[in-house]
């Protein structure tokens, strides 16, 4: 009898340690699935931003949006612009490109970060950046990162080819002559 006795403690401190650990586990596993939580509502929320570009539906864009809101575009810009300015650059493009439509082709999230990469595919029917219509289609990449607070989005950086782009619509690039001694 002596021999339980002397077992019983031994037993119920193994126990407490296993169930304290179970709940250390637990509570990490409840982290990680309110994150993952927050990381498909980031998502969710890109993919409606993107369908509200395509759609130039830019009042739903700008719901989207917080006031103060910034578009880095390339993404090393020190000025970026604000969710206004960005609406109006939204519109001078639509009007290069009115059909245009841009297709998801990545989402990977980390946190409040979402980064995506994109194909956009356009006819050249209007005026864009001085050039006038050609007619051309153009198919241009990109990836942007998104920062995310409080369910809107804060922060845009974007890079995509530009000058692919520009060639697309017949510019071509020359190098400057070099300057004679």
């Known amino acids: 009898m002596k021999k339980y006795v002397c077992a019983i403690p031994l037993v119920l401190l193994l126990c407490f340690s296993f169930a ?19 990381e ?64 998801i082709e990545g989402l990977i999230t980390a946190g409040d970060t979402v980064i995506t990469r994109w194909i956009l595919r356009g006819t050249h029917k209007g005026e864009f950046a001085g050039i006038p219509a050609t007619g051309k289609v153009v198919v241009n990449s990109g990836i942007m990162i998104t920062r995310i607070e409080n369910g809107k989005v804060v922060e845009d950086k974007e890079d995509y080819d530009s000058l692919g782009m520009m060639q697309q619509l017949g510019m071509e690039l020359k190098p400057t002559e070099a300057k004679k001694k």
């Open 40 to 103: 498909e509502q980031n998502k969710a929320l890109l993919n409606r931003m993107w369908e509200a570009w395509n759609r130039g539906d830019f009042e739903a864009w700008k719901l989207m949006h917080a006031d103060e809101y910034a578009y880095y575009s390339p993404s090393n810009s020190t000025e970026p612009l604000s969710r206004e300015e960005t609406i109006e650059m939204g519109k001078v493009f639509f009007k290069g490109f009115p059909d245009a439509t841009t297709s």
């Open 20 to 38: 304290c650990r179970d709940k250390a586990a637990m509570a990490e596993l409840a982290k990680y699935r309110a994150q993952a939580a927050v």
